[in-house]
């Protein structure tokens, strides 16, 4: 049976576009979660009032990829421990975080985030919380880097993100 993941780490069309280069990952679609308003626009979202974070919802099937190594590539996609930061991208929107969909996701995302510290010199700061609702981001958010891969916020910023991860 599929299962999802939630995860937000800066922008969220970076995000997509390294997630969806995994095997065993069948859909990402970026949205918002984290904030207590329901039904946030991207608008609403940017103006940092809203409380969400732009995330990605990953469905994944745990038989070709497990919850486990999505969580080693998010710590290895961003920066986690800058605090509501992620390069130019500024806002608690762009807020490294974790959004568990059940008891095992926390255990494994706690158990997984203090074993990446011993990567980073700096304190991880990624907030792990349960998910509440997932708001999908408008159709356009959808698929960003591979329907604009010549813009250049692609160019300039998720290019080098997929070479660094081995996947350009």
Not at 5 to 18: K, N, Q
Not at 107 to 129: G, L, M, N
Request: glycine content about 8%.
């Amino acid at each position: 049976m599929n299962q999802k993941a939630t995860f937000g780490g800066g922008c969220f069309w970076c995000l997509e576009a390294v997630f969806e280069k995994l095997d065993g990952v069948l859909d990402v679609s970026s949205g918002y979660a984290g904030g207590p308003n329901s039904n946030p626009t991207y608008e609403d979202v940017c103006s940092g009032k809203t409380g969400h974070a732009e995330v990605v919802q990953i469905t994944f099937d745990p038989a070709k990829i497990t919850f486990a190594a999505l969580l080693d590539v998010f710590w290895e996609c961003h920066d986690p421990t800058t605090m509501n930061r992620q390069g130019a991208d500024s806002g608690t929107q762009y807020r490294s975080i974790i959004l568990c969909h059940d008891a095992g996701q926390k255990a494994a995302a706690e158990r997984s985030r203090d074993a990446a510290q011993a990567h980073w010199p700096e304190k991880i700061v990624t907030e792990i919380a349960p998910l509440t609702t997932f708001y999908p981001a408008e159709r356009y958010h959808q698929d960003y880097y591979r329907n604009n891969s010549h813009a250049p916020y692609c160019m300039m910023v998720i290019r080098p993100k997929l070479r660094k991860m081995g996947m350009a």
